[in-house]
């Protein structure tokens, strides 16, 4: 019998509200990553064009945790549910994580702790989607997880900003400690610590698991236990996947790379095209930094207001042909940012920027809950991110082969690079079937 009669009440906009305050707190530190750590690596020595080699951690991380961790959820009965112990721990060690990622005295003290953090990050974060999925009707999906979008772009923001907040607030932006790492970038992983505990524990404390029905809790208990199992379902469910999931695998494979692209280059194509200094000692380089904390920040605003502005276009035009518009206006929008030469004007392209944004983190995951049989989301959900993770894997160890020969060793055209993709990424899932709600399996 499948689990999808099992009921699920409507919940009211602040109860999915409270849902995903979690998300605040594992996306603010997703935000310091993507902010922070291409400049730390570069002020602790890194090569520019092994930068990528750098960033292995999260792919890496993510490929092994997400899928098994997700498929473990689904197999776990405990008084506090199947999916809140896994995320509160991983939001405990984020934490740690984050508090310590600042004061790395040397280049390999700082990836090795990418991968501490990175596997927290992913302990928690497919059984936080799986948790929401659960919790709500299929008819409150759109809302669900473009509200998780939401969050995404607000954690983002201020992540982004928070650097440049503390210059307001009096700090000194030139202050540095021993490794070259400003003052105000330390401060920053350190809330970002506090805000990665306290909002999970306030989604814990106002949102409790939906209690198993009998059947669900007979099903789980008949599977046979031990982790060659749970690599089983893996497998059970690769080689079971919907067609719908497989086709989106494409379309994450462009959006993806171009993503990892820009991250890992942003921040050195703005100190090359605004403030000409490839030099991590300059000041330019550090305002450079700031101006992508500042641009970043209003992204992922945008992408925080789109999110719930895209809740009524997605329902009436479908995620598909939102997803492909947002898209879109991503890459125009990167091919036209190494064009400008004036801070101010780069928050024009940061409006598509934050669209497509807002899109890649509610959409896709919109057209893959109604493809997919609900007593496996967890694993799924798990395997989803490994279409996150390979392509990101393939960037890392690409890249840098050609970074010098056809990138001319110049970030900006790592950043029109990732426009070109977004717009493959948007033609691509034009080509998507999805699969109708009620076509999941109701025997």
């Not at 984020?94 to 990050?121: E, K, Q």
């Not at 820009?262 to 194509?269: C, D, E, G, V």
């Not at 609900?374 to 799924?380: A, F, I, Q």
């Not at 996150?388 to 082969?401: H, S």
Request: aromatic share 12%; proline share 7%.
């Amino acid at each position: 019998m499948s689990h999808a009669t099992s009921y699920r009440p409507r919940l009211s906009f602040w109860q999915i509200i409270n849902m995903n305050v979690g998300f605040f707190g594992i996306q603010f530190s997703f935000g310091l990553q993507q902010s922070s750590m291409s400049p730390i690596y570069t002020y602790l020595g890194a090569d520019e064009a092994s930068l990528p080699y750098l960033w292995l951690a999260g792919p890496m991380t993510g490929l092994i945790v997400q899928p098994l961790i997700g498929a473990m959820s689904d197999r776990t009965v405990t008084r506090w549910g199947r999916r809140t112990p896994y995320f509160l721990i991983g939001a405990i060690l984020c934490s740690l994580g984050l508090l310590a990622m600042p004061f790395s005295p040397t280049l390999w003290m700082a990836a090795s702790l990418l991968w501490i953090l990175d596997a927290a990050n992913n302990v928690t974060m497919e059984p936080y989607r799986a948790f929401v999925s659960d919790k709500l009707d299929p008819k409150q999906h759109s809302l669900g997880f473009l509200t998780q979008s939401a969050f995404t772009g607000l954690g983002q923001t201020l992540a982004y900003l928070t650097p440049s907040l503390l210059v307001v607030f009096g700090m000194n932006k030139d202050a540095v400690n021993a490794s070259h790492i400003p003052h105000i970038v330390i401060v920053a992983f350190l809330i970002g610590a506090v805000f990665s505990l306290a909002s999970v524990l306030w989604t814990l404390k106002t949102t409790p698991e939906n209690p198993l029905t009998a059947s669900e809790l007979a099903a789980i208990r008949s599977r046979a236990p031990g982790w060659r199992h749970t690599l089983g379902d893996i497998g059970t469910a690769l080689r079971e996947m919907p067609p719908t999931m497989k086709q989106l695998a494409v379309v994450k494979l462009f959006q993806w790379y171009a993503m990892f692209c820009y991250w890992q280059y942003i921040s050195l194509s703005l100190a090359a095209t605004v403030f000409h200094t490839t030099d991590p000692a300059s000041e330019g380089f550090r305002d450079a930094g700031l101006l992508n904390g500042q641009v970043g920040a209003f992204y992922n605003f945008v992408a925080f207001v789109a999110a719930f502005a895209l809740v009524p276009f997605t329902r009436r035009y479908g995620p598909k042909r939102m997803h492909s518009l947002c898209l879109c206006a991503a890459g125009v929008a990167m091919l036209c940012i190494p064009l400008i030469h004036t801070p101010a004007l780069l928050f024009i392209p940061m409006l598509g920027v934050g669209l497509a944004w807002a899109s890649i983190m509610g959409n896709p995951y919109v057209m893959l809950a109604g493809c997919i049989p609900p007593e496996r989301t967890g694993v799924y959900m798990g395997i989803f991110n490994m279409f996150i993770v390979i392509p990101m894997i393939i960037q890392i160890f690409t890249l840098p082969l050609y970074y010098h020969s056809w990138l001319g060793g110049r970030p900006e055209n790592v950043i029109r690079l990732a426009g070109a993709l977004l717009l493959c990424g948007a033609v691509a899932v034009l080509f998507v079937k999805l699969r109708p709600p009620q076509a999941t399996a109701k025997v």
